[in-house]
């Protein structure tokens, strides 16, 4: 009986130490993986100076000489979006006031946030949040627009190449919708009917 007993006990003990062993692992892994995710963004952080290709239909026109940084808390500000590009998600052209409102847009900042990091070799894979939005003025007042970005391959298309510090931010605007803040509404902008994908790539200065 009592050598029954510590088969017993021995059995008990060892599940307990393997269910605390696998915990502990689990733990080890979660840590690594914000130890790398933190690593990654210290590494990608700075300021970079590149291209800006926006195409829509089969033309693609490119903006070059185009500033952004990365701060470690996730955050890409693009210092000189040029919003009036969206002027060409608009096929109504001229026949439209959205496309005047956006084709006398200026160049302000775009911020994109990063919302999942993933390492592969020298690369690290990122993806950007989908929402963007910017204030407009018109004759009859400042409203916001406020727009949607999707991804060329909905996971992981931007990307940063440690090698040679180049980074590459690939989005899609596709939906348009203005925001009267006074007057509380939100109304989708059917004109701007033509997705503009962008491609920003550039390097560390």
Known sequence: MKRNMKLITM???????ALFTTSCSKDNDILDAERNATQALNNIA??????????????????PGINWT????????????????????????????????????????????????????????????????FEVTTTSGTYELSGLFTF???LFSSSYTMNN?????????????KVDKAHATAIIQEDFDTPVNFCLTGNKV
């Open 165 to 177: 510090s180049e980074m590459q931010l690939q989005f899609t605007a596709n939906k348009l919708v």
């Open 11 to 17: 059995v008990i003990c060892a599940i307990v130490i």
């Open 70 to 133: 990365v701060d470690k808390n996730s955050t890409i500000t693009i210092n000189n979006f040029p919003y009036q590009m969206l002027a060409n998600g608009v096929s109504k052209n001229t026949a439209s006031s959205l496309y005047t409102t956006l084709i006398n847009e200026k160049q302000r900042p775009l911020k994109l946030y990063i919302t999942t990091i993933h390492l592969q070799d020298s690369k690290v894979l990122f993806n950007l949040s989908s929402n963007f939005s």
């Open 46 to 63: 700075g300021n970079y100076k590149g291209n800006l290709a926006a195409t829509y239909g089969t033309t693609t026109i490119i903006s």
């Open 152 to 154: 060329k391959n909905q």
